[in-house]
């Protein structure tokens, strides 16, 4: 039978002060992060978050910068280095709470975010971030055909997000660059009151 988790809430502070909101499931052992998509909350791990509390982990399931319950930056600061900033802050007061530096699990934008978290801390000789990295829908390199069927997805469904978006973005052959790799900003549409400065200051063109 699976055991039934009422999530706590927690608050952390991100890179730049932001409040940072997550659920938390569990009540002891070994801290799992969990990092959601650019189109979600952190509520799409709720069903996950609580399988793994029911392994004997506390599950975080962290609203993003500008997603659900979390502060909206004043200053526009949603590149993909902002993001990991966060990841890297939260994941340093997890492993201060516990002892134990977390497992961190990123889907699409959380999983970006916590491999450029970990990747920097490599790049820079530091200690890792994370104890281990799980991503779903991301890889170190994106293979354009499935960000085209993400691309397909996320426009068959822009009604639901319209009332989030407050300025259309025009995308077409605009893609946000991580490293080599090429992912579209038309995932991100559905960021809280995204305003076209901070598409335009988040994207590159493509070669």
């Known amino acids: 039978m699976t055991r039934h988790f009422t999530p706590a809430t927690a608050t952390f502070i991100g890179a730049a002060g932001n409040k940072l909101v997550a659920d938390v499931f569990g009540e002891s052992g070994d801290p799992v992060l969990l990092l959601h998509g650019g189109g979600q909350t952190r509520h799409a791990w709720s069903k996950t978050a609580a399988a793994i509390a029911g392994t004997g982990h506390v599950a975080y399931a962290l609203d993003q910068r500008g997603h659900g319950d979390s502060d909206w930056v004043a200053t526009g600061a949603y590149e993909f280095a902002d993001y990991a900033a966060d990841a890297k802050v939260v994941a340093a007061e997890l492993a201060r709470r516990s002892g134990t530096k977390p497992i961190a699990i990123g889907a ?8 450029l978290a970990e990747g920097e801390a490599e790049r820079d000789q530091g200690a890792n971030v994370f104890s281990a990295l ?3 829908d991301i890889t170190p390199r994106v293979d354009q055909t499935g960000v085209a069927k993400v691309l397909g997805f996320m426009r068959a469904n822009a009604t639901s997000i319209a009332a989030v978006t407050t300025t259309p973005i025009d995308d077409t052959n605009t893609t946000r660059r991580v490293s080599s790799t090429l992912v579209s900003a038309d995932t991100w549409r559905s960021h809280k009151g995204t305003p076209r400065a901070i598409m335009k200051a988040n994207t590159a063109a493509a070669p």
């Open 134 to 136: 799980v991503l779903v």
């Open 108 to 115: 699409s934008l959380g999983g970006i975010a916590s491999l």
